[in-house]
């Protein structure tokens, strides 16, 4: 198989979320620097990769991996350690097939699609004008529903009693677990219960690198309410997780708010607003926060013959809570994070690359690079000096080049610190310390590195 383009004038268009949206000055040179650096340094690869690849599949390397891994954490530390009234959950992909019956997605989690009689290809009706953007004939199918969950099958055998869907979202498994999580919790209404796994969908047309891909993981709280409360949450979590992108240092040009018309609602929503992200193809989703009303409890009561209800026993009433459901992509945010970190600049007539990615998200918080490598006394001490601050944060040893080029590499992965031993560290056990950004170095004493860092990263 051919590797797939990444970028064509056929999916920069897919890539709108909402039909037709358009930027007058599309950037496409920047996700194009992108999509190169992550290959080049480790974020981001193409899938199944050695054989040709397998279109809109990409895999984390190890910088990727651990921006994601860092990405989740600090949601996870924003949402459960620092708050009291979310609890986390970890679900299974595979659940009973009455789940999406009763979800209505079995009915309702559908694109209407058309097929080129001409080339063959499917499309999402709703993002082409009427004509094929493979091979521009208008010669199109009749529009047809299309349902987005994958089919597998349980078991050794493949008949329709073994059927079972990947799961397309998260939540399900937070609705189906709700009494079990009320029951050991013990927690009053409002209260939330979060998770962060994969989802799977069926996208009739994937694309824009890691924006739409049919595996993706998702960040979800569904956050339960007294229906009288709901209006009141939902604004709260619209601007809670707009907040949250800005605290790991997302810039407010590239963020904005859009309100869900009513009938782009979906199936199961009130209420809605995007936070979307200024990507270099558009604005598009990063997050959907919705307010689910009772839907998906009132849905799982009446499909399971449980009673999903909270129990206020100070009033001695049953509440169906309404559910306030801040939904974001692991895989977006990093991707919005990436484009918004990345600069270049001039420095001495050369081009620096620059990842200014926060604290809280730079993959490699510091690398240690001996000047000389061909001084065993140097190169000992970078070593020693390595070896004692990884126990306390992720860095890195290199001495694979030389430094300007070594401070180019880590610039460009967004490394915070760089350390550089050199002849002087001998005699006066101090090293200098380089700012990614300020590229300002100082002399700090191997003794302090410790506290220096405690202040600078934690
Ligand atoms: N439970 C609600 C829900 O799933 P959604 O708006 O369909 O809502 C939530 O999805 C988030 O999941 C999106 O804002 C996006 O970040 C991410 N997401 C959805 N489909 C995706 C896809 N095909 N590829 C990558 N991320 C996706």
Not at 301 to 315: H, P, Q
């Amino acid at each position: 198989m051919k590797t797939p383009p990444i970028f064509t004038p056929r999916n920069q268009e897919d890539m709108a979320d909402r039909p037709l949206q358009t930027e007058p000055n599309i950037k496409m040179d920047t996700i194009e620097k992108i999509v190169s650096l992550c290959k080049r340094r480790g974020f981001i690869f193409q899938g199944s990769e050695i054989y040709g690849g397998l279109a809109n599949t990409w895999d984390y390397g190890p910088l990727g991996a651990e921006l994601k891994r860092n990405i989740k954490d600090a949601w996870w530390r924003a949402n459960i350690y620092q708050r009291q009234d979310i609890v986390g959950l970890d679900s299974a992909i595979l659940m009973h097939p009455k789940v999406w019956e009763a979800s209505g997605h079995l009915q309702n989690f559908a694109d209407l699609s058309v097929d080129c009689k001409k080339c063959k290809k499917r499309w999402r009706q709703d993002q082409i004008r009427g004509k094929c953007p493979e091979c521009g004939s208008n010669e199109l199918t009749e529009a047809r529903l299309f349902n987005l969950m994958f089919k597998t099958f349980q078991g050794p055998v493949e008949d329709n009693a073994s059927l079972a869907y990947l799961r397309p979202e998260t939540a399900q498994g937070i609705f189906v677990n709700f009494l079990n999580v009320v029951d050991v919790s013990r927690k009053k209404l409002p209260f939330g219960i979060a998770q962060v796994g994969k989802s799977f969908r069926n996208e009739i047309t994937p694309g824009n690198f890691t924006f739409r891909t049919r595996e993706f993981e998702q960040m979800e709280i569904e956050y339960f309410v007294r229906p009288e409360d709901a209006d009141k949450s939902y604004e709260y979590w619209v601007n809670e997780r707009y907040n949250w992108y800005l605290g790991l240092g997302m810039k407010k040009e590239n963020l904005r708010l859009r309100p869900h018309a009513k009938d782009e609602l979906a199936h199961y929503a009130k209420a809605c607003s995007d936070i979307e992200y200024n990507f270099p193809f558009g604005w598009s989703e990063l997050e959907g926060i919705a307010n689910r009303g009772d839907f998906d409890l009132a849905q799982h009561s009446k499909f399971s013959g449980k009673e999903l209800v909270f129990f206020d026993a100070a009033a001695k009433e049953k509440i169906v809570p309404y559910i306030i459901e801040p939904s974001g992509g692991v895989d977006r945010a990093a991707l919005a994070f990436l484009v918004d970190a990345y600069y270049e600049e001039k420095v001495k007539d050369e081009t620096r690359a620059v990842l200014r990615l926060s604290k809280e998200l730079a993959p490699i918080k510091a690398a240690v690079l001996p000047l000389l490598k061909n001084r065993p006394e140097i190169v000992q001490m970078a070593r020693a000096i390595y070896e004692s601050l990884r126990s306390q944060f992720y860095c890195v040893y290199d001495d694979t080049a030389a430094i300007g080029k070594l401070y180019r590499r880590q610039d460009e992965i967004g490394t915070l610190f760089c350390l550089t031993v050199d002849v002087q560290s001998l005699e006066d056990k101090q090293v200098t310390v380089r700012d990614r950004d300020t590229m300002k170095q100082e002399r700090i004493s191997i003794e302090r590195l410790k506290d220096y860092f405690t202040k600078e990263l934690f």
